[in-house]
């Protein structure tokens, strides 16, 4: 027997069906603080890229003051970070951990990585996966081979657009839209003409790209560092990820033939395969 006290809700039991109509809903009561910082972070992560206190408040509603209170307690527990350059904000340590763990239970990690691990160990090279973001092309597993000297990026890291292979993958298969808004973003050409010019180059890269199935950089991001990535395609032919191999200039196989170039696209094959 439930004895139902004055004040409180009363326990909804599996038979409660039988007394005729359904148990009323009974509403959580929450932390209207959480909901805020929530809100906040939510808000952080629509906006391009790090924000003043001004523009953050706006956006998510709030009087500067207020935010600025929040900002101060997401800053202690390591959800945000403030430039000391510039005032502006952007997420913190806590918040790319909490973020890379839920990359972790994502279908596109659970079956990417073990073929990336695959990949390194066939090809004896460094390899990486990456994803598009709001932010830009997102690097998301990377695993590296011993050498004398290694180039490690960490998970989370955001490439170039028009400098890295991962980069221009994303440039070569996005959607319009979101590619018009990525490359004027990132071209800070100051006259339309030279726009143009630029518009018109990238243009033509990318139709290689498309044509050949992969992209190539040889020193563009890091000097003395080549680099091949392939796009992986939806069953609608959307880009989902990237996979891509960097090594030494003169030592990494670039020629469009060659084993890395096909063995990176055998993956990306087998990856689509497996999306389902």
């Known amino acids: 027997m439930t004895v139902r006290q004055p004040g409180k809700a009363r326990p909804v039991h599996d038979d409660d069906a039988d007394i005729g109509g359904a148990a009323p809903r009974i509403e959580q009561i929450g932390v209207q603080s959480v909901e805020v910082a929530g809100n906040l972070l939510k808000t952080l992560a629509k906006l391009d890229g790090p924000q003043t206190l001004s523009a953050l408040a706006a956006a998510a509603g709030l009087v500067p003051a207020k935010a600025h209170r929040y900002l101060v ?11 000391a350059a510039d005032g502006r904000y952007d997420f913190g340590g806590a918040a790319r951990l909490i973020g890379r763990v839920a990359m972790n239970r994502l279908d596109i990690v659970r079956i990417g990585t073990p073929l990336l691990s695959k990949l390194r160990d066939d090809l004896r090279e460094t390899v990486f996966m990456g994803v598009w973001t709001p932010q830009g ?3 998301i597993e990377w695993f590296d081979i011993v050498r004398p000297i290694s180039v490690v990026i960490r998970p989370g890291s955001i490439l170039p657009l028009h400098t890295s292979a991962f980069g221009l993958i994303c440039a070569s298969y996005l959607p319009s839209a979101t590619l018009e808004c990525a490359v004027q ?12 010019l630029a518009k018109a180059k990238l243009a033509a890269l990318v139709e290689d790209i498309r044509r050949k199935g992969f992209s190539l950089v040889s020193g563009d991001l890091i000097a003395g560092l080549d680099a091949i990535a392939v796009p992986v395609l939806d069953h609608q032919h959307d880009l989902v990820a990237c996979l891509a191999a960097v090594g030494s200039t003169g030592s990494l196989d670039v020629s469009p033939s060659g084993n890395i170039v096909r063995e990176l696209k055998a993956s990306a094959a087998r990856f689509t395969q497996l999306l389902g």
């Open 73 to 83: 307690s997401l800053i202690r527990e390591g959800f945000v970070e403030q430039s």
């Open 185 to 196: 973003s990132v071209m800070p050409q100051p006259n339309l003409q030279s726009r143009k």
């Open 137 to 139: 092309p997102m690097v």
